[in-house]
Every structure is written in structure tokens, then in C-alpha cells.
T-cell receptor, first 117, second 111 residues
Framework: GAVVSQHPSRVICKSGTSVKIECRSL??????MFWYRQFPKQSLMLMAT?????????EQGVEKDKFLINHASLTLSTLTVTSAHPEDSSFYIC?????????????FGPGTRLTVL | GEDVEQSLFLSVREGDSSVINCTYT??????LYWYKQEPGAGLQLLTY?????DMKQDQRLTVLLNKKDKHLSLRIADTQTGDSAIYFCAEEADSWGKLQFGAGTQVVVTP
């Protein structure tokens, strides 16, 4: 149990286009999902907290109009990188909180490698 | 600087024990975590410890927590080549589950 999937696993796009990344909790319901980005050899940087049915909460310095997050159901959150530029190239990882143990555990997806040309 | 700090690199021989250290700053964190990340993959939860515990053992993994010094360590016994990865410690940043990660420790296991 407690599997989080992401799609696509890697995507290459042209500068100026938009890319949508999906994050799904496959066998549990997740009221809260998180989106992170990770640069090579660096830690995860939290971008936003996504709650089902409400607007995402963005971390300081993250442009909400550039990184659109939608959490339409208890098992799906999407991150859309709008008008992507090469500096948006990164590894994007989502996670979902599930109550599967003695406390809320955060389960991570496998990540999506975005390359903007 | 980061709120959670880790050494960046550890080299260990196969069969030896590995010890990865971490310091954190938020004394109100209820849980502290260790995650493993293999190349090109997401994070895998290895273990966690509740803040009122000093030690937790789970098979080859031992977590030690010193709340006074805000120091957390992960010991991997009988380290194997499959343990080569980046290890992140993380503390809870709020009650909604937000995590604050360290920079990660790259562990390289040599034969």
C-alpha cells in the first residue's frame, strides 16, 4: 500500500510551452499533497502545499501564476509549469499524506524530470 | 543557512557500519525522519522517530535522538552496496505535515 505515482516520469519541452505533471495516490486518499523541486545534488525545495478542494499554499518565492496547482480529487493533484523556460528544468517530486500508521506519513512519488530546451 | 544540516558525503566499506548525522533547529518537531533517495528516483521513507524517544531500532537501522543537542543520527549496520544512495533527514515544520529537509548525505559503499 501507500503508493504515489507521477506522470510523466520525464518530459522534454520547448521554451514557452506549458507542461502538466500528475501526482496520484493509488491506494489511499490524500487530503494533502506537496510539490517539491530538486536541483542536482541538492535537497528538496518545497514549492507548495496542495489541499483537496481548495487553493494551494505557495512557499515564499514560488510564483503561483507560473506553477499552477490543482487538487481536484482526493487522489489527484496536478502541477502545470506555464510558459516554461530552461531555468525551470528540474526534478519535480510530489508527496501525499496518508493516515496509514500511528501518524500521518508522507509518501513520495518517483519524480518527474523536466527538461526545457 | 538551512534549518536542518547534514554532512554531505560518507564513504564506507561493505560490511562496516555507517553513521549519518543530522542537526535540526525546531525543538517542537514531533517526528523526525530519515529518507533514502536512489539516483533518478523519489524518496523512500526508511524510518522515523517520535520526539519523546531516544532510540529506535528497525532491523539494520538504528536511530538515535538527542533532543537536548537537537542531534539525530542514523546507523546502518552491515552496510551493503545497495545502501549506496543519498540519505535525507527531515523534521516536521508544522502540524500539517510539512517537512524541512537537510541537504542530504551521499553514502558510497565500496567493496
Amino acid at each position: 500500500g501507500a503508493v504515489v505515482s507521477q506522470h510523466p516520469s520525464r518530459v522534454i519541452c520547448k521554451s514557452g510551452t506549458s507542461v502538466k505533471i500528475e501526482c496520484r495516490s493509488l491506494d489511499f486518499q490524500a487530503t494533502t499533497m506537496f510539490w517539491y523541486r530538486q536541483f542536482p545534488k541538492q535537497s528538496l525545495m518545497l514549492m507548495a502545499t496542495s489541499n483537496e478542494g481548495s487553493k494551494a499554499t505557495y512557499e515564499q518565492g514560488v510564483e503561483k501564476d507560473k506553477f499552477l496547482i490543482n487538487h481536484a480529487s482526493l487522489t489527484l493533484s496536478t502541477l502545470t509549469v506555464t510558459s516554461a523556460h530552461p531555468e525551470d528544468s528540474s526534478f519535480y517530486i510530489c508527496s501525499a499524506i496518508g493516515v496509514l500508521g500511528p501518524h500521518n506519513e508522507q509518501f513520495f512519488g518517483p519524480g518527474t524530470r523536466l527538461t526545457v530546451l | 543557512g538551512e534549518d536542518v544540516e547534514q554532512s554531505l558525503f560518507l564513504s564506507v566499506r561493505e560490511g562496516d557500519s555507517s553513521v549519518i548525522n543530522c542537526t535540526y533547529t525546531d525543538s517542537s518537531s514531533t517526528y523526525l525522519y530519515w529518507y533514502k533517495q536512489e539516483p533518478g528516483a523519489g524518496l523512500q521513507l526508511l524510518t522515523y522517530i517520535f520526539s519523546n524517544m531516544d532510540m529506535k531500532q528497525d532491523q539494520r537501522l538504528t536511530v538515535l535522538l538527542n533532543k537536548k543537542d537537537k542531534h539525530l543520527s542514523l546507523r546502518i549496520a552491515d552496510t551493503q552496496t545497495g545502501d549506496s544512495a543519498i540519505y535525507f533527514c527531515a523534521e516536521e515544520a508544522d502540524s500539517w505535515g510539512k517537512l524541512q529537509f537537510g541537504a542530504g548525505t551521499q553514502v558510497v559503499v565500496t567493496p
